[in-house]
């Protein structure tokens, strides 16, 4: 459809572009039509995938095509049992791969639906409710207090009609909007006041409005469209795997080359070397590698789905583990986003108020009996002046329900006014009660210009105004005060003690309102007296409230310290609020910069690039703010999160190297610009992701020094072995069943393995690190080999022992290096605690994998029947000590090496102190 300037054009004339009557809207056989024309109501994505797809796009990764090349070597080498193993394991990894993706998609299209699921519109002369996907332009839309606009409309009736727009303008004060046409064609989504947005939320009020633009051709959806044409990098995990498998290769290569030559050169069969060569390759290439990554991403995903963490791509979760900043909305994600009056000034004298978000229980400390009646007074104007509503559970609350169980208490209308509403009931000021007495009959709505709002109600003898506002805006429009029960002459000493008390009251973050009243004369015209209604009021008191923190945001915050995290809060609030709430949760330290958007815009880039690193707290900011700072942390060389849930944030979200968006305040557009979707807006859910991510790396880290240590000692062995001229120690299907059996279960245990202990006390991995830093490649190649020596010392006692049973001492060595490798496992569970230290059961799915390994493994060695397709024999006690006790020397050695390190440091740390 064509784009128009819609807000432009007069509403008659806009009615007949669409071709349709107000009263009765359009027709469902037009309705049909139009939608076949325009398509759904929806943000679509720039290209779909269809499952299959998805699910042999599994088999693209570089390492699932060596484990098909490696399929093809056993199969020709006869080994079926092995070919049909590896055949298994690709699978399992396909499996896992498209299920998780799949299950993280349908993640999305869930929370998709929290976003105007349904729209209420005038079909054929009657309203119905329809999905919101169905409109189509043209459609006769109603909207009331609470409801999201479901489309771009053209307002056509608006009743007091506010609208949230700070999803797309960043703007978070709501906008009162009207039907008359805007004579100015190029003027910004903000300034046309005719118009409302999809994705934005009303309110206060009611409206008809006439859908305009649906799908991708709203503005929401056409920025949708934009950043869909952005690339995303390849994620560190990603490029240290594609750099491991091409290193696999070639080592792969060159022991095959090495082995066979020497073979060859010392006289052994040329075609039994070529058969012991290739079975090497396969056993070199850690055929679980890419399962095991999969399967240690996929249960780390699912673990931060239950714990409302949603990962849009399974290798970004790695990325979470280098975060060295997150950069956190205030409102909703480090506080609980429901407004609450802490304290209640009433004359002198301060009242706390007591209680939890929206729910109407709470008590009062402090207070006089004097200020008894006060506190009542001032509790019904809380009530009355308001337009707000309490629902729980979805159901509207009245006085009748006050005592049910606290849970899902939620405010439909402006948060300032639902914490007053409550405020009332938990003085018993319950409004359906109140107004079973009293009527409504005139209201002066609130604007950012009036900065206060006045109701009349009459009780058919009397009339009063109950008003409510900024303190001084209140203050100058009144006459007298309630002081201590009395009504008196408002005097500038009275005057000068109230805004002290607002002063004291702002300093404590809080947002401070100021309450009136005033009783009329009975018969007062009060629409031709609009503008005296609100002169020579009684001024009773100020009621003040705060959005206060997450219970659990002052820890999470604090474990990102010890994390080496830096925490900065992005606020669109005022600067004293802000840092009255960072310091609170201790982001906010003595020696921080506070800046606003002001600042920012008077600051290049580079003074930005400056300053940035001591920045804690930015307050007064837009969303346009956070892309500049997320360009500026990443300029000083961090790793940066950022959350976001408006249209406007969508740039800064994708420009962070860790994207999230809110589940439930977020739009569409954001989240598909995210890496991670938080499903509960808790900024403590992101730091348990972070701990998620660094786990999975840990234990990538593990499996890898585990496969490794274990495939260098089968290599070293074979290769060893034929240098110094001993018999081979192992044959090829012994080497493929080694393989098979410490390679399986074991490693895949490993992949979920829990944390350590101090995993949230180190400091974040830098994103270019190799994944074989801090000594891993040493201990691979230290374990792998002190396993050779094992083994092959294994097979000489035995060879020497037996009478020079070369088969025996072949079963001494093939079960020498299955134990070797099975005590190994448990030495790769940490590398820095020992296995008494972690506790040998903690990981259950390790103890049960080995021993099911071992079982195999007294399969070959004891089952006739399996015994001359091995070339095992049966061994005895002696051959079990020998056995035993030199594979499992390797791990002791580990352990007295460990401890004699602790040792030596905590002499050193004694004499330095």
């Known amino acids: 459809m064509e784009l128009k300037e819609w807000h432009y054009r007069d509403k008659d004339d806009v009615l007949k572009e669409f071709q349709v009557d107000e009263k009765k809207g359009i027709t469902y056989v037009e309705a049909m039509r139009r939608l076949e024309l325009v398509g759904h109501n929806e943000l679509r994505k720039q290209k779909t995938v269809s499952p299959i797809v998805v699910f042999f796009n599994q088999f693209k990764d570089f390492m699932i095509i060596i484990l098909l090349m490696a399929t093809l070597i056993s199969g020709m080498l006869g080994e079926y049992a092995d070919a049909i193993t590896i055949i298994a394991i690709v699978f399992l990894n396909a499996i896992l791969g498209f299920v998780q993706e799949y299950r993280a998609e349908k993640s999305m299209e869930a929370l998709k639906k929290l976003i105007a699921p349904d729209a209420l519109v005038i079909r054929n002369g009657v309203k119905v409710k329809i999905p919101a996907r169905e409109l189509v332009p043209g459609d006769i839309v109603a909207l009331e207090t609470g409801d999201i606009v479901p489309a771009d409309l053209r307002i056509l009736e608006a009743n007091q009609l506010e609208v949230e727009e700070s999803a797309l303008t960043g703007e978070s004060l709501p906008v009162k909007k009207c039907t008359k046409a805007i004579k100015e064609k190029n003027v910004g989504i903000g300034d046309r006041l005719n118009m409302g947005y999809s994705g934005t939320t009303v309110t206060r009020g009611k409206a008809l409005g006439v859908v305009v633009y649906t799908g991708m051709e709203t503005e929401m959806g056409q920025i949708a469209g934009l950043i869909q044409k952005v690339q995303d990098d390849t994620t560190p995990l990603q490029k240290r795997l594609e750099q491991l498998g091409k290193w696999l290769v070639v080592f792969c290569l060159v022991i095959v080359l090495v082995v066979v030559v020497t073979g060859i050169l010392r006289g052994e069969d040329f075609y039994a070397m070529i058969l012991t060569g290739v079975s090497l390759a396969v056993a070199a290439i850690p055929e679980g590698l890419p399962a095991i990554v999969?399967?240690?991403?996929?249960?780390?995903?699912?673990?931060?789905?239950?714990?409302?963490?949603?990962?849009?791509?399974?290798?970004?979760?790695?990325?979470?583990?280098?975060?060295?900043?997150?950069?956190?909305?205030?409102?909703?994600?480090?506080?609980?986003?429901?407004?609450?009056?802490?304290?209640?000034?009433?004359?002198?004298?301060?009242?706390?108020?007591?209680?939890?978000?929206?729910?109407?229980?709470?008590?009062?400390?402090?207070?006089?009996?004097?200020?008894?009646?006060?506190?009542?007074?001032?509790?019904?104007?809380?009530?009355?002046?308001?337009?707000?509503?309490?629902?729980?559970?979805?159901?509207?609350?009245?006085?009748?329900?006050?005592?049910?169980?606290?849970?899902?208490?939620?405010?439909?209308?402006?948060?300032?006014?639902?914490?007053?509403?409550?405020?009332?009931?938990?003085?018993?000021?319950?409004?359906?009660?109140?107004?079973?007495?009293?009527?409504?009959?005139?209201?002066?709505?609130?604007?950012?210009?009036?900065?206060?709002?006045?109701?009349?109600?009459?009780?058919?003898?009397?009339?009063?105004?109950?008003?409510?506002?900024?303190?001084?805006?209140?203050?100058?429009?009144?006459?007298?005060?309630?002081?201590?029960?009395?009504?008196?002459?408002?005097?500038?000493?009275?005057?000068?003690?109230?805004?002290?008390?607002?002063?004291?009251?702002?300093?404590?973050?809080?947002?401070?309102?100021?309450?009136?009243?005033?009783?009329?004369?009975?018969?007062?015209?009060?629409?031709?007296?609009?503008?005296?209604?609100?002169?020579?009021?009684?001024?009773?008191?100020?009621?003040?409230?705060?959005?206060?923190?997450?219970?659990?945001?002052?820890?999470?915050?604090?474990?990102?310290?010890?994390?080496?995290i830096k925490t900065v809060m992005i606020t669109g609030d005022h600067k004293i609020t802000a840092q009255a709430v960072a310091s609170e949760l201790k982001i906010y330290n003595k020696d921080d910069l506070v800046l606003t958007g002001n600042d920012l815009d008077n600051m290049s880039d580079k003074?930005?690039?400056?300053?940035?690193?001591?920045?804690?707290?930015?307050?007064?900011?837009?969303?346009?703010?956070?892309?500049?700072?997320?360009?500026?942390?990443?300029?000083?060389?961090?790793?940066?999160?950022?959350?976001?849930?408006?249209?406007?944030?969508?740039?800064?979200?994708?420009?962070?190297?860790?994207?999230?968006?809110?589940?439930?305040?977020?739009?569409?557009?954001?989240?598909?610009?995210?890496?991670?979707?938080?499903?509960?807006?808790?900024?403590?859910?992101?730091?348990?992701?972070?701990?998620?991510?660094?786990?999975?790396?840990?234990?990538?880290?593990?499996?890898?020094?585990?496969?490794?240590?274990?495939?260098?000692?089968?290599?070293?062995?074979?290769?060893?072995?034929?240098?110094?001229?001993l018999p081979l120690p192992l044959l090829p299907i012994q080497i493929l069943w080694v393989n098979l059996v410490t390679d399986g279960l074991p490693a895949m245990a490993l992949g979920v393995d829990?944390?350590?202990?101090?995993?949230?006390?180190?400091?974040?991995?830098?994103?270019?690190?190799?994944?074989?830093?801090?000594?891993?490649?040493?201990?691979?190649?230290?374990?792998?080999?002190?396993?050779?020596?094992?083994?092959?010392?294994?097979?000489?006692?035995?060879?020497?022992?037996?009478?020079?049973?070369?088969?025996?001492?072949?079963?001494?060595?093939?079960?020498?290096?299955?134990?070797?490798?099975?005590?190994?496992?448990?030495?790769?569970?940490?590398?820095?605690?020992?296995?008494?230290?972690?506790?040998?059961?903690?990981?259950?799915?390790?103890?049960?994998?080995?021993?099911?390994?071992?079982?195999?493994?007294?399969?070959?060695?004891?089952?006739?029947?399996?015994?001359?397709?091995?070339?095992?024999?049966?061994?005895?006690?002696?051959?079990?000590?020998?056995?035993?006790?030199?594979?499992?020397g390797t791990t002791i050695l580990q352990l007295l090496y460990r401890s004699f390190k602790r040792v030596s440091l905590r002499k050193t740390i004694f004499s330095k102190a």
């Open 607 to 725: 003074e930005l690039k400056r300053v940035v690193n001591k920045v804690s707290v930015y307050a007064r900011v837009s969303p346009k703010h956070k892309l500049r700072i997320v360009k500026a942390l990443k300029k000083q060389g961090q790793v940066v999160a950022m959350t976001g849930d408006g249209v406007n944030d969508a740039p800064a979200v994708k420009e962070a190297d860790i994207g999230i968006s809110m589940g439930i305040s977020g739009t569409d557009v954001t989240k598909e610009s995210s890496s991670m979707i938080l499903g509960d807006d808790n900024f403590a859910t992101i730091v348990s992701a972070v701990k998620e991510g660094r786990a999975i790396y840990d234990n990538i880290r593990k499996f890898i020094r585990y496969l490794l240590s274990c495939n260098v000692g089968e290599v070293l062995t074979m290769f060893v072995a034929t240098l110094i001229g």
């Open 754 to 888: 829990p944390a350590d202990p101090d995993i949230m006390k180190r400091d974040p991995r830098h994103p270019k690190e190799s994944i074989f830093a801090h000594g891993l490649s040493r201990r691979i190649i230290v374990r792998g080999t002190l396993i050779c020596i094992s083994t092959l010392a294994v097979f000489i006692i035995g060879f020497y022992t037996n009478n020079s049973n070369l088969e025996l001492a072949r079963t001494m060595a093939f079960s020498a290096l299955v134990f070797s490798q099975l005590f190994h496992v448990f030495d790769c569970r940490s590398e820095k605690y020992s296995i008494f230290e972690i506790g040998l059961f903690s990981n259950p799915f390790l103890v049960g994998a080995v021993s099911f390994s071992v079982l195999m493994h007294l399969s070959v060695i004891y089952l006739p029947f399996l015994q001359p397709i091995f070339k095992t024999q049966s061994l005895g006690f002696f051959d079990w000590f020998v056995i035993l006790s030199i594979s499992a």
């Open 294 to 564: 999969t399967i240690a991403l996929a249960v780390g995903v699912q673990k931060m789905i239950k714990k409302n963490s949603i990962i849009r791509k399974l290798p970004a979760v790695e990325t979470l583990g280098c975060a060295t900043v997150i950069c956190s909305d205030k409102t909703g994600t480090l506080t609980q986003n429901e407004m609450t009056v802490r304290k209640v000034f009433l004359a002198d004298e301060e009242i706390d108020v007591t209680g939890e978000g929206y729910e109407p229980k709470g008590e009062f400390h402090g207070g006089n009996d004097k200020n008894k009646t006060a506190l009542q007074l001032l509790s019904k104007i809380a009530a009355l002046c308001n337009d707000s509503s309490l629902n729980k559970n979805e159901t509207a609350i009245t006085g009748l329900f006050r005592n049910n169980d606290k849970s899902s208490w939620k405010i439909i209308g402006d948060p300032t006014e639902g914490a007053l509403l409550v405020l009332a009931m938990k003085a018993g000021m319950w409004r359906e009660k109140i107004e079973n007495k009293e009527e409504r009959v005139y209201s002066l709505p609130f604007d950012s210009t009036r900065k206060r709002m006045s109701v009349i109600y009459t009780n058919n003898k009397h009339l009063n105004v109950y008003t409510k506002g900024a303190p001084d805006i209140i203050l100058e429009r009144c006459s007298h005060v309630l002081w201590e029960g009395k009504i008196t002459p408002l005097t500038v000493q009275l005057r000068e003690k109230i805004l002290s008390n607002n002063d004291y009251m702002a300093k404590q973050a809080l947002r401070v309102l100021g309450l009136a009243f005033k009783e009329l004369p009975k018969g007062y015209k009060y629409e031709e007296n609009e503008k005296e209604i609100e002169d020579n009021l009684v001024f009773v008191g100020l009621a003040g409230m705060i959005d206060p923190p997450r219970n659990e945001a002052a820890e999470a915050v604090s474990t990102c310290k010890k994390a080496g």
